[in-house]
């Protein structure tokens, strides 16, 4: 067990990587080539394009919040090319919620569950940990497919604000504890 997830995560093929702020670029090309599939659930689409320095803020904001615990920032590394990014975002002590999207020339290859099934392992290899969240808007069916792949349990609906235009103001809610996880559900 640890205090913080590992800074890397996978092998082979697919391999989740802390961010760092030199990643700048990297994650300029993948945003830059489109992110219209992720607008309607991202609030923070709405800031795009941001200039190389303010992205590289960005970055170093990631870094800072995983120095403080608030929140572990992943790249989704496939074949050595960057497909997306991913977190675990500390919501209580015992509960982490998981957060993903994947670049628009990767999608469908199911980047997205693979990378969300090692965040879970990595996650219950913490510290404490005792409950994995996705929490997704209702109309968001992508992510509704990715909870359900992984054996993640629907528990509920809460309103969220409507931060983005396909937002529906209705959070899902899906959860697996530690004791249920199964890594190799993962498909």
């Known amino acids: 067990m640890s205090e913080k997830p590992a800074e890397v995560i996978g092998a082979e093929a697919l391999r989740l990587c802390r961010v760092r ?5 990297d994650f300029q090309r993948l945003i830059g080539e489109g992110v219209d599939h992720i607008r309607p659930w991202m609030p923070w689409v709405s800031r795009e394009p941001l200039t190389l320095d303010q992205r590289r803020a ?3 904001c990631w870094d800072a919040q995983w120095e403080a615990g ?5 790249g989704i590394w496939f074949a050595q090319e960057l497909v997306g990014k991913c977190g675990l975002y500390p919501r209580t ?6 957060g993903y999207w994947i670049g628009a020339r990767h999608l469908g290859r199911g980047h997205a569950t693979a990378a969300s099934g090692c965040l879970t392992d990595a996650l219950f290899e913490v510290d404490g940990v005792a409950v994995a969240t996705i929490r997704h808007d209702a109309a968001n069916i992508a992510s509704r497919r990715v909870a359900e792949k992984l054996g993640f349990r629907k528990v509920g609906e809460e309103p969220h604000s409507i931060d983005a235009p396909g937002q529906t103001g209705c959070s899902w809610v899906w959860q697996v504890t530690r004791q249920d996880w199964r890594g190799d559900s993962v498909s």
């Open 58 to 60: 960005e970055l170093e």
């Open 21 to 25: 702020p030199d990643e700048s670029g």
């Open 93 to 98: 002590p015992t509960e982490v919620a998981l």
């Open 70 to 74: 608030t929140g572990w920032d992943y």
